[in-house]
């Protein structure tokens, strides 16, 4: 992190894709207006027999995407963190239809 950075709050969440092609799930948008999410590190677990790859979204935009291999996974621990945008949410979402994808986003989140 940046030295002159003070993180307001420390963003955990955890999300879990089933099923639908399209399915996003949210995080958390920043509680102040002005606030950004930042994305630190990032972890996938597929226990599917598909494989497929997950995006990362700063609202409906995609910022990331990682691949997900069957009844496998993924870590991305970020030196340099994804920003979302102001009052923005993180969604995630899977490119195919799964069984069960489990994903968490660890975080911070700033002005």
């Not at 606030?35 to 226990?47: E, Q």
């Not at 599917?48 to 291999?69: H, Y």
């Not at 991305?76 to 994804?82: D, F, H, S, V, W």
């Amino acid at each position: 992190m940046h030295p002159k950075w003070t993180p307001k709050g420390h963003l955990q969440d955890v999300a879990t894709i089933t099923n639908v092609t399209t399915n996003v799930e949210s995080f958390a948008a920043p509680a102040d207006s002005n606030d950004r999410n930042y994305v630190t590190d990032i972890f996938i677990a597929n226990s599917s027999a598909t494989d497929t790859e997950v995006d990362i979204k700063d609202s409906t935009t995609i910022i990331a995407t990682l691949p997900a291999k069957a009844n496998s996974g993924a870590v991305a621990r970020l030196e340099t963190p994804l920003r979302g945008s102001k009052n923005a949410g993180i969604n995630v979402a899977t490119k195919d239809a799964v069984t069960s994808v489990f994903v968490t986003l660890t975080g911070f989140t700033q002005r």
